[in-house]
């Protein structure tokens, strides 16, 4: 051991101080993290070598449950794409569902009333709140901590239970429609956010956060445990809350406001070494913040319209499809996808669960796209995972990846 | 204050004839440059004092089968946080021959990007770390998201696109 000590991680804050050279001559074990280990909580494969417990380098497979998104979606008509959108980060569906839609409103030029957007807010929240919710619990599970998980799961199904009365499904979405909302929020559904947002909701976060936060077995774990400074954190483009960790204040709620954001008062947490107690710390930050915003949208909740008066676009209501020919003709429309978008070269950007969700939408005036590519945080940003568990041991390196929240249909889309 | 006028006035003084193809599309600063100067420009960019294009946020492919001789694109987002604006730039490079400078002596993160861009298109990032087929298997022999790809089968007889207006 003596003439092969290895730097310690836990004195430093730069990632890139841990770069262990591969000596030559000298036997390493490989070890296969994945594709189906519990830890990897997806299908993707680590391939690390190994110098007895400590890390020295690792290669990373993706890829196992890619299925063409992009490719499928240039043979759909915009609203089809929707369902597509669903299966990338499934954590936080709705999300990914506005973020599109708000893509397509864009190149449509269409304007969508505040109560719409106010609805829309609620819901893209609420799913912030139940990602960021799975990824700090199963942060615990991943240290031992098992009981964490299954109590806030409780809150999780509620907030599936609200998705369900706002849209019917649960786990795969397809909230909403381009041009507003497919329905009103109902008054249960208002009811049920209400009851969790004030009630039941603010409780058991403190709880959790009771278990957790200055738990010292936790702390032991997750402290000074793959640290990366912001400077690399930008070079390996992170965004969302795994750089907020680094101490960057960067949010695409804030810096491009959409959806209505700017009417909320909200702020946004940042950590200062971007380890994995800070990125479970600013997760932690988020969902209380998100819980704000939540309130401050149902108390406010302005009457009106939930969907953008469109013809083109938005079908119509039912009762009128079955009574006036120009309903009729527009569902019918509408639903065979037989409307013409304009010609244009779009990019959104949204705050996903995990950063900045982008669209990039090319439309040669065709019904379907001509292009379609999703900046997906969790793709960009895992690539900086050797270097963060280098040097690390393998219980390191599986709560780095916790704590990284990377979700396999992000991933490969 | 930076804007999308400043911008491309700074750059059209800099590299002259080597960037062209200005337009806005919702906002969204684009313009093309030659592949042989697309790294002068982004490192520009990057390293301007007032600019600080800091952040890639994108790096895709497009295929153009009727643009005859820049068949394929790639296309590359730069993000300036300080001042929160966006510029795209596009590389257009033939099908036959489709050599890009890699970005990933810039940026990091063009690592991933770039491989992603290769695997769809088989865009050659020339100086790349790394660059093999990453979502698809190894040993796929084409670029699937070329459009000479049909995603439905070609053969099929009963389902007349025409009709559908695609």
């Known amino acids: 051991m003596a003439e092969n000590t290895l730097i310690l991680p836990k004195d430093s804050n730069d990632a890139l101080a841990l770069n262990v050279p591969m000596v030559e001559d000298k036997q390493y074990s490989t070890l296969n993290l994945g594709p189906v280990h519990p830890a990897t909580h997806g299908i993707f494969q680590n391939i690390l070598t190994m110098d007895g417990e400590r890390i020295v380098d690792s290669e990373q497979t993706v890829g196992y449950i890619h299925r063409a998104f992009e490719k499928i979606a240039e043979r759909r008509p915009f609203y089809q794409i929707t369902t597509l959108t669903d299966r990338l980060n499934y954590c936080s569906s709705p999300i990914n569902n506005f973020g599109w839609h708000m893509t397509v409103e864009k190149l449509l030029g269409v304007k969508v009333p505040k109560r719409a957007e106010y609805i829309r807010v609620i819901m893209m929240e609420l799913a912030r709140i139940s990602?960021?919710?799975?990824?700090?619990s199963i942060l615990g599970v991943d240290t031992?901590?098992?009981?964490g998980f299954l109590y806030v799961m409780q809150e999780r199904e509620k907030i599936y239970e609200i998705y369900e009365e706002v849209c019917g499904a649960r786990l795969t979405t397809n909230m909403g429609r381009i041009g507003g909302m497919e329905r009103d929020l109902s008054p249960t559904a208002i009811a049920k956010i209400r009851d969790l947002v004030f009630n039941s909701f603010p409780k058991v976060w403190a709880e959790f956060e009771t278990l957790f936060n200055r738990n010292r077995i936790f702390r032991d774990r997750i402290q000074n445990v793959g640290a990366i400074s912001s400077a690399r954190a930008?070079?390996?483009?992170?965004?969302?809350?795994n750089l907020r960790a680094t101490g960057v204040d960067y949010d695409i709620r804030v810096m491009e406001p959409y959806s209505s954001y700017q009417d909320f008062d909200f702020e946004i947490p940042i950590g200062h070494k971007g380890d994995t107690f800070d990125r479970f710390m600013v997760?932690?930050?988020?969902?209380w913040e998100s819980l704000k915003i939540v309130q401050q949208a149902i108390e406010n909740l302005p009457e009106g319209p939930y969907y953008a008066d469109e013809d083109h676009y938005y079908l119509p209501p039912k009762k009128e499809v079955y009574s006036s020919m120009e309903a009729l003709i527009y569902h019918f429309k509408i639903v065979m996808g037989e409307i013409d978008a304009p010609v244009g070269e779009v990019y959104h950007a949204v705050e996903g669960g995990n950063g900045e969700l982008g669209f990039y939408l090319i439309s040669d005036g065709g019904r379907t796209p001509y292009r379609l590519h999703f900046r997906r945080p969790s793709f960009i940003y895992y690539q900086a995972y050797p270097e963060m568990c280098k040097g690390l041991t393998i219980s390191d390196a599986v709560v780095i990846m916790s704590s990284l929240n990377v979700i396999a249909g992000e991933l490969d889309a | 204050m930076i804007n999308n006028e400043s911008i491309v006035e700074e750059v059209v003084g800099q590299f002259g004839q080597k960037v062209f193809g200005f337009e806005e599309p919702f906002g969204l600063l684009t313009f093309t440059t030659n592949a042989s100067d697309l790294i002068e420009v982004v490192d520009f960019l990057k390293n301007h004092s007032e600019f600080k294009f800091n952040f890639l946020t994108d790096v895709a492919g497009i295929h153009f089968p009727d643009n005859l001789g820049g068949e394929l694109c790639s296309m590359c987002m730069l993000h300036s946080w300080e001042n929160n604006i966006r510029v795209r730039i596009k590389v257009?490079?033939?099908?036959?021959?489709?050599k890009v400078p890699t970005l990933s002596t810039l940026f990091a993160s063009a690592n991933w990007m770039e491989r992603e861009t290769f695997d769809f298109y088989g865009i050659e990032y020339t100086g790349h770390p790394n660059l093999k087929r990453i979502l698809n298997m190894e040993d796929m022999d084409y670029f699937p998201m070329r459009k000479e790809y049909p995603l439905e089968d070609a053969t099929r007889e009963d389902k007349i696109d025409a009709l559908f207006g695609r």
């Open chain 1, 144 to 147: 031992g901590a098992y009981s």
């Open chain 1, 131 to 136: 990602d960021h919710l799975i990824c700090n």
């Open chain 1, 234 to 241: 930008i070079e390996y483009g992170f965004t969302g809350p």
């Open chain 1, 283 to 287: 997760r932690n930050g988020e969902v």
């Open chain 2, 92 to 98: 257009f490079v033939p099908i036959a021959d489709p």
